[in-house]
């Protein structure tokens, strides 16, 4: 193969890449409650990390909540955005009557050890048949994102994909289905649908300040997305 041939074919690779990187389109309703048949997702189940059986519906039947569906749990993305997500202050969540939710697409016996990972003691549930994933039409499209485009992305991609290679090693197992996206959502009390966010690529989780300024909770000084506290 020639030298031109070489570099037209890394510019070509280039410009593959360029094209699938997205980063999140920030706060905008993405779903009507007319495009979900919440009646039917509410039957459906998650599971605790006892195994338990938990009624999707219950989760926001009395109470407001914000809904995280995660990648996979051994991706380093999914990992330090929980992460973030373990810095809410109780107290702002309960100020505001919010329900704080993780739900991620892994066997439930995982749920300890990335809740450990995470150091996230709120409600962690896994819908390891993806059932409501798929019922919320989150995307099943493997699809790269930019680490710049995120407020909650604090490793470089080498350190993170070593970071979540080594993490795989030790347990030899997947831990959801890689080509998973997530998404989030406000939900309840009752069947409302109050705000969604469906992630096109790895990277395109919401910003955790513009979904907690969806649910009416004050703001978070994130390590990459610091606030003004008034003191």
């Given at each position: 193969?020639?030298?031109?041939?070489?570099?037209?074919?890394?510019?070509?690779?280039?410009?593959?890449?360029?094209?699938?990187?997205?980063?999140?389109?920030?706060?905008?309703?993405?779903?009507?409650?007319?495009?979900?048949?919440?009646?039917?997702?509410?039957?459906?189940?998650?599971?605790?990390?006892?195994?338990?059986?938990?009624?999707?519906?219950?989760?926001?039947?009395?109470?407001?909540?914000?809904?995280?569906?995660?990648?996979?749990?051994?991706?380093?993305?999914?990992?330090?955005?929980?992460?973030?997500?373990?810095?809410?202050?109780?107290?702002?969540?309960?100020?505001?009557?919010?329900?704080?939710?993780?739900?991620?697409p892994a066997p439930h016996k995982f749920i300890k050890s990335f809740r450990?990972?995470?150091?996230?003691?709120?409600?962690?549930?896994?819908?390891?048949?993806?059932?409501?994933?798929?019922?919320?039409?989150?995307?099943?499209?493997?699809?790269?994102?930019?680490?710049?485009?995120?407020?909650?992305?604090?490793?470089?991609?080498?350190?993170?994909?070593?970071?979540?290679?080594?993490?795989?090693?030790?347990?030899?197992?997947?831990?959801?289905?890689?080509?998973?996206?997530?998404?989030?959502?406000?939900?309840?009390?009752?069947?409302?649908?109050?705000?969604?966010?469906?992630?096109?690529?790895?990277?395109?989780?919401?910003?955790?300040?513009?979904?907690?300024?969806?649910?009416?909770?004050?703001?978070?000084?994130?390590?990459?997305?610091?606030?003004?506290?008034?003191?």
């Open positions: 193969m020639s030298a031109s041939s070489i570099l037209e074919k890394d510019d070509q690779e280039i410009k593959d890449v360029k094209e699938n990187i997205k980063i999140s389109r920030g706060p905008r309703q993405e779903i009507e409650l007319e495009d979900v048949e919440l009646a039917k997702v509410a039957n459906m189940s998650v599971y605790d990390e006892n195994g338990n059986k938990i009624r999707f519906g219950d989760i926001y039947k009395k109470q407001k909540t914000i809904i995280v569906f995660t990648r996979h749990f051994l991706c380093f993305m999914c990992k330090e955005y929980v992460e973030d997500l373990a810095l809410i202050p109780l107290e702002y969540l309960q100020a505001a009557d919010v329900r704080l939710v993780v739900i991620g450990e990972a995470t150091r996230y003691n709120y409600t962690l549930y896994c819908d390891p048949d993806r059932e409501i994933y798929k019922a919320f039409g989150l995307s099943e499209k493997l699809t790269s994102g930019s680490l710049k485009g995120s407020k909650h992305i604090k490793s470089g991609f080498i350190m993170g994909v070593l970071t979540s290679t080594w993490r795989a090693m030790k347990v030899r197992e997947y831990q959801g289905d890689v080509k998973q996206q997530g998404g989030a959502f406000i939900l309840g009390p009752g069947d409302k649908l109050q705000f969604s966010h469906i992630d096109q690529s790895s990277t395109d989780h919401i910003a955790i300040n513009d979904l907690l300024h969806e649910a009416g909770v004050q703001p978070v000084s994130f390590p990459n997305d610091p606030r003004v506290l008034q003191i």
